[in-house]
């Protein structure tokens, strides 16, 4: 199994574009998360989704992030317009009743 | 909002000897988790402690959970150089797992 993948590892774009993160979790997996790091606030719980279902989108920040599981293999994180403040590391992690596996994330710089 | 909070922000210790960290937790969980994360790099699960467990190992690592003080410890034996990382715990609650903010260890040669 390749784990959790996501794409791009990097991503750098002006104030003002629109960004889309992507994400493949572990086949099998009926959860998937979206979670932001930056310094100051640690690890945040942006939204999560159960069997393609947003659960609880109570942490996304604001109306520009909005994100979407068209079908168990494949999820997006979207950010329009991105903002300065939004640059962070965006991780996806997948989980089972066997335990959580976390994607590399991508890495976010807004200039 | 941080659900669990880790105790200290950093330790320094030298390399074989034992490291302990701490976590205390706010409310009720399903079970608690303890993840490693290397600089720039993603997450990796280390061990789950379920609510109704007390003490769990995993090679040199033996986390406790003590749901009546809703605090947990993770203790890595005899540290390596490798384990110079940030610990993070992470509670489950719901279906979610909510991180505390880490302690970042360095292992010092």
């Known amino acids: 199994d390749a784990g959790v993948i996501q794409s791009p590892r990097h991503e750098v774009t002006e104030m003002g574009q629109e960004v889309t993160l992507r994400c493949k979790p572990i086949?099998?997996?009926?959860?998937l998360f979206w979670y932001r790091q930056t310094m100051m606030r640690g690890l945040e719980l942006l939204i999560y989704?159960?069997?393609?279902?947003?659960?609880?989108d109570s942490g996304m920040p604001e109306d520009r992030f909005s994100a979407k599981m068209p079908n168990a293999s494949f999820s997006t994180l979207k950010i329009q317009p991105s903002e300065p403040r939004d640059s962070a590391v965006y991780f996806c992690?997948?989980?089972?009743?066997?335990?959580?596996?976390f994607g590399s994330g991508t890495r976010l710089t807004v200039v | 909002s941080q659900q669990g909070e880790e105790d200290p922000q950093a330790l320094s210790i030298q390399e074989g000897e034992n490291a302990t960290m701490n976590c205390s937790y706010k409310?009720?969980?399903?079970?608690l988790q303890w993840y490693r994360q290397n600089s720039g790099r993603g997450l990796v699960h280390l061990i789950l402690?379920?609510?109704?467990?007390r003490e769990k190992h995993s090679g040199r690592l033996r986390v406790t959970l003590d749901t009546s003080k809703k605090s947990s410890s993770l203790l890595i034996t005899a540290s390596r150089a490798a384990d110079t990382a940030s610990y993070f715990c992470?509670?489950?609650?719901?279906?979610?797992?909510?991180f505390g903010k880490g302690t970042r260890l360095h292992i010092l040669p």
């Open positions: 409310t009720s969980i399903n079970n």
């Open positions: 992470a509670t489950d609650r719901n279906d979610k797992i909510i």
């Open positions: 086949s099998g997996h009926d959860y």
């Open positions: 992690a997948s989980s089972s009743l066997n335990g959580y596996t």
């Open positions: 989704f159960n069997n393609n279902v947003p659960i609880d």
């Open positions: 402690i379920r609510s109704n467990e």
